[in-house]
């Protein structure tokens, strides 16, 4: 007898581009230490380029905002009568005060602590003390809030201080596509923490850029994820913008035994209602079985939104590094936000994000995150200093390098970067900053 198959073709997965020619920009220690090196950071990208200014979910009415804090500067995001985001620079335009103080909350105007100017959701001046009293003309409906661009994509509001700035998918080219099939806007942010951390924001996001240290701050990651670049595709975009797939469900070529199935790739495997035993001999084969498994179990245990993905994505991890410093990691469940910032007034530490984002399931009350199970709910927002609490044990040993790396690119001994091929990344990273700050973007 023989079986229909009924399910459409999954397309196969897209050639990789070709790569960015490098010039090999020296990478010095200078740039991660020097004020002037960061205020030219600051001048010529940071207010040039799209930013995430927090989770749209935190916006469902007209009047609730948002703030965030970037370098020196405040901006406030407003949710509209028409649905729509507005962002402003969170200042008074009388005096100067800082308009909003706290994080997020609801309005109907806002008012100025200072001398109680009112401004509508829309930033126009709607009210003043004694408005008689101005030479120029009475401000309301006259004075506004200073607005920037803003837009809403894959569950994330999105601000650029430049008023020349292209849109934003023009900008995120050509990766927005790419999320799609991940439904990003439907999800949950079930982690939500900040750290300030004793390293310039770069050691960070050069770490994102390449999975070299996989094996030394990493290895037990090799169960179960492919992180030999030899079996690693990297793709490098024209935009800056970068993305490397990991294979995931499988041991990898570095792997103690590249045969027999370890922790925790038995437990995935059970999970699905695959024998581990089965594997043995033959570990690598489990990466296809639980794509098969996940296809064919996945809608009728509430995971609907498995009907959207590749079988690539069903098991693989899709690493962006988008420029200048974001970092998302895409899985069947749930994906990763990490994003060091510039501190406001110090080249030598920065603030540093990470939330963590899962599909709503059906009868699941909460979910793993990388600091172990968490309500499937929207997460308080934790802030603390590095060191005072985990930030997931992955970015532990991430950041368990990032201050003693600090401290050795101040040394005269440093000179240059002396990278691998599968560092490519960590050089196109450094030469799209350069160009910034030398005028050719």
Same mark, same amino acid.
């Given at each position: 007898?023989?079986v229909?198959?009924?399910?459409?073709?999954?397309?196969?997965?897209?050639?990789s581009?070709?790569?960015?020619?490098?010039r090999?920009?020296?990478?010095t220690?200078n740039?991660?230490?020097?004020?002037d090196?960061?205020?030219?950071e600051?001048?010529r990208?940071?207010?040039?380029?799209?930013?995430?200014g927090?989770?749209?979910?935190?916006?469902?009415?007209?009047?609730?905002?948002i703030?965030h804090?970037?370098g020196?500067?405040?901006? &406030?995001?407003?949710?509209? @009568? #028409?649905g729509?985001?507005?962002?402003?620079?969170?200042?008074c335009p009388?005096?100067? $005060? /800082?308009l909003v103080?706290g994080?997020l909350g609801?309005?109907?105007v806002?008012?100025?602590?200072?001398?109680?100017?009112?401004?509508?959701r829309?930033?126009?001046?709607?009210?003043v003390q004694?408005p008689?009293?101005f030479?120029?003309g009475?401000?309301?409906?006259?004075?506004?809030?200073?607005a920037?661009?803003?837009?809403?994509?894959?569950?994330?509001?999105?601000?650029?201080?430049d008023?020349n700035?292209p849109?934003?998918r023009?900008?995120l080219d050509?990766?927005?596509?790419?999320f799609?099939?991940y439904s990003?806007?439907?999800?949950?942010?079930?982690?939500?923490?900040?750290?300030e951390v004793?390293?310039?924001?770069?050691?960070?996001?050069d770490?994102?850029?390449?999975?070299?240290?996989l094996?030394?701050?990493?290895?037990? &990651?090799s169960?179960f994820? @492919? #992180?030999?670049?030899?079996d690693?595709?990297?793709?490098?975009y024209?935009?800056?913008? $970068? /993305?490397?797939?990991?294979k995931?469900g499988?041991?990898?070529?570095?792997?103690?035994s590249v045969?027999?199935?370890?922790?925790p790739?038995?437990d995935?495997?059970?999970?699905?209602?695959?024998?581990?035993?089965?594997?043995q001999?033959?570990?690598r084969?489990?990466?296809?079985a639980?794509q098969q498994?996940?296809?064919?179990?996945?809608?009728?245990?509430g995971f609907?939104?498995?009907d959207?993905?590749?079988?690539?994505?069903l098991?693989?991890?899709?690493?962006?590094?988008?420029?200048?410093?974001v970092?998302?990691t895409?899985s069947?469940d749930?994906?990763?936000l990490?994003r060091?910032q510039?501190?406001?007034?110090d080249?030598?530490?920065c603030?540093f994000d990470?939330?963590?984002m899962?599909?709503?399931?059906?009868?699941?009350?909460?979910a793993m995150?990388?600091?172990?199970?968490?309500?499937?709910?929207?997460?308080?927002?934790?802030?603390?200093?590095?060191?005072?609490?985990?930030l997931?044990?992955?970015?532990?040993?991430?950041?368990?390098i990032?201050?003693?790396?600090?401290?050795?690119?101040?040394s005269?001994?440093?000179?240059?970067?002396?990278?691998t091929g599968?560092?490519?990344?960590v050089?196109?990273?450094h030469e799209m900053?350069?160009?910034?700050?030398?005028?050719?973007?």
């Amino acid at each position: 007898m023989s079986v229909i198959n009924t399910q459409p073709p999954r397309p196969a997965v897209e050639p990789s581009p070709p790569p960015p020619i490098l010039r090999g920009d020296p990478i010095t220690g200078n740039r991660y230490t020097s004020r002037d090196f960061m205020a030219l950071e600051w001048e010529r990208m940071w207010t040039r380029v799209w930013h995430i200014g927090g989770w749209a979910a935190d916006l469902p009415q007209p009047g609730d905002y948002i703030t965030h804090a970037i370098g020196q500067e405040s901006i &406030l995001m407003v949710r509209q @009568e #028409d649905g729509s985001v507005a962002a402003f620079y969170n200042v008074c335009p009388h005096r100067g $005060n /800082r308009l909003v103080h706290g994080d997020l909350g609801h309005a109907k105007v806002f008012t100025c602590s200072y001398h109680s100017w009112q401004f509508d959701r829309a930033g126009t001046t709607c009210r003043v003390q004694d408005p008689d009293d101005f030479p120029q003309g009475n401000p309301c409906g006259k004075v506004r809030l200073s607005a920037i661009k803003c837009e809403v994509w894959g569950g994330f509001v999105w601000f650029n201080m430049d008023p020349n700035a292209p849109p934003l998918r023009q900008f995120l080219d050509p990766v927005a596509p790419q999320f799609d099939k991940y439904s990003m806007d439907g999800q949950v942010r079930v982690l939500y923490l900040t750290a300030e951390v004793n390293c310039n924001w770069k050691i960070i996001h050069d770490n994102f850029n390449e999975s070299y240290h996989l094996p030394t701050l990493h290895p037990e &990651l090799s169960t179960f994820i @492919e #992180d030999a670049y030899q079996d690693t595709m990297f793709d490098l975009y024209a935009s800056g913008h $970068n /993305r490397m797939r990991m294979k995931g469900g499988l041991p990898s070529l570095r792997a103690h035994s590249v045969t027999d199935v370890a922790q925790p790739l038995d437990d995935i495997l059970r999970t699905w209602d695959l024998d581990p035993t089965s594997f043995q001999g033959h570990a690598r084969d489990a990466r296809q079985a639980l794509q098969q498994q996940k296809r064919r179990l996945g809608t009728g245990r509430g995971f609907a939104h498995y009907d959207l993905l590749d079988d690539d994505q069903l098991t693989d991890y899709h690493h962006y590094t988008l420029f200048p410093n974001v970092s998302l990691t895409m899985s069947a469940d749930g994906f990763q936000l990490l994003r060091p910032q510039p501190h406001p007034t110090d080249p030598e530490k920065c603030i540093f994000d990470h939330w963590f984002m899962v599909p709503v399931v059906p009868g699941q009350t909460e979910a793993m995150t990388p600091v172990g199970p968490r309500p499937l709910a929207e997460a308080e927002h934790e802030i603390f200093k590095h060191g005072e609490q985990t930030l997931g044990f992955v970015a532990d040993q991430d950041l368990s390098i990032a201050v003693g790396q600090q401290l050795g690119l101040r040394s005269r001994g440093f000179k240059d970067a002396y990278l691998t091929g599968q560092e490519s990344r960590v050089r196109r990273f450094h030469e799209m900053i350069n160009d910034y700050i030398e005028g050719r973007r």
